[in-house]
């Protein structure tokens, strides 16, 4: 296959740049990305991959991208992703979001649907935010939940995945979509939960729980994801979309509290680390848990997101090949392992964000 993955340098674009290759090494791999702050090209360092720097509005890019490269798969990675970021500035994720997937969709018709047409996959990436919230005792969100979007994010998300139906509807673009539960693991940008909460309390800075606290995802490991998507591209029927979840609904202040805790184990396991975070709690004696700080709720704040994954279950054979704590615990070595990379994240564009926003909670 021959594909081009929009949003490679991204947290998940890249875990999925990295499978790809080592899984199907005989396949050509081209990555459009306009390396946005969460873009970031060490992501996908030692990597055969032909990186292109590009952004997905840029149609006529894309379609001498898809001609001359001879594509067949293009997998669409790319987006804006934080829920507060679209909270506090909505525009960039229309633009990128929206208008970005639909110059892809343009993009792809010209090429791949003019004459008789050529054998094409458009694969997109989407969220299970799109179906809104759960209470408590509510069923987890199947493929036929209605859509009830809340946040700018995840109105933007819809209305792609919305875009990128009617594309197959209308004019017989051979697409799939899968809507995927909150993702952790290695490259993840330190704006999310669990990166930034980890690198926090090596810091010894506040870990700032919105609201109680009590609210749940249902945690995944980006190598499962990459599974997931892997399986609907190769067996996935055309047209469908397909919820890819881990089965591990937890509470932020269940995951909160695991991090903490397994910080101070690798810290009372490591004493290296106490001299190379000399400011965390853990290499004063104090735990980790007593950075913990109640901050202010995120406006219209989804309490509950579960994900029915029996779909992609049933007919794709998918099954997570680890539990959270295995995923956790590989995702905390990784985060020690490779210092360098965050420390260039964090001092590069994340650390003006960090000054205007972190403070200010
Ligand atoms: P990310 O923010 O880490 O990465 C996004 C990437 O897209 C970056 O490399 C950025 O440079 C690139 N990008 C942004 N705008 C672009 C543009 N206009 N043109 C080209 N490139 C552009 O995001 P992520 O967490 O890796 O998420 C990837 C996809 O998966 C998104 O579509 C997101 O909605 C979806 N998703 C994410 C999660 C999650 O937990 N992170 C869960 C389900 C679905
Ligand atoms: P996040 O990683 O931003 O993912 P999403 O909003 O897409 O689910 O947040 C995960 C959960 O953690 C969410 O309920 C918000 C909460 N959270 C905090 O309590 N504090 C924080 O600083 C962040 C970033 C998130």
């Known amino acids: 296959m021959k594909l081009l993955v929009t949003g490679g340098a991204g947290f998940i674009g890249a875990n999925f740049v990295h499978y790809w290759r080592d899984r199907h090494p005989g396949d050509t791999v081209v990555v459009l990305d306009a390396l946005t702050y969460a873009g970031n090209r060490a992501s996908l360092a030692g990597v055969d991959v032909d990186f292109v720097s590009g952004d997905i509005r840029d149609e006529s890019l894309v379609e001498g991208l898809l001609r001359e490269r001879d594509i067949d798969t293009l997998v ?39 004459g008789s047409g050529t054998p094409h996959r458009f694969h997109h990436v989407s969220t299970d935010e799109v179906y809104g919230t759960l209470a408590a005792n509510d069923a987890a969100f199947s493929e036929s939940t209605p859509y009830a979007p809340n946040s700018p994010y995840s109105a933007t998300k819809a209305a792609s995945d919305h875009l990128v139906r009617a594309y197959h509807h209308t004019y017989g673009l ?54 997931g998507i892997d399986l609907v591209i190769a067996k996935g029927r055309v047209g ?57 709720d995120r406006p219209g704040h989804d309490r509950r997101y579960a994900i029915d994954a029996r779909k992609i279950s049933d007919e794709l054979g998918y099954a997570p090949q680890r539990s959270f704590a295995q995923g956790f615990a590989a995702t905390l070595d990784w985060y020690l392992a490779n210092e360098a990379w965050w420390r260039s994240v964090i001092d590069g564009s994340y650390r003006d964000w960090v000054a205007t926003n972190y403070s200010a909670r």
């Open 76 to 114: 669409h990675f790319a987006a804006e992703s934080h829920v507060d970021r679209s909270i506090h500035g909505p525009d960039a994720f229309v633009d990128t979001n929206i208008l970005g997937t639909h110059s892809l969709l343009k993009a792809a018709r010209t090429v791949w649907l003019k």
């Open 174 to 227: 051979q697409v799939t979509t899968s809507n995927c539960s909150n993702n952790y693991g290695p490259y993840q940008f330190p704006e999310k939960l669990i990166p930034l909460f980890l690198i926090n309390a090596l810091h010894g800075r506040a870990l700032p729980i919105y609201g109680d606290g009590q609210q749940i995802r249902d945690w995944l490991h980006v190598e499962d994801h990459c599974l």
């Open 240 to 296: 469908e979309t397909y919820n890819v979840g881990g089965g591990a609904e937890l509470a932020n202040l269940t995951v909160i509290d695991t991090l903490c805790a397994a910080v101070d184990a690798a810290f009372a396991a490591d004493p290296s680390l106490a001299a190379r975070f000399p400011d965390a709690a853990a290499a004063k004696g104090a735990p980790s848990a007593s950075l913990k700080t109640t901050v202010a």
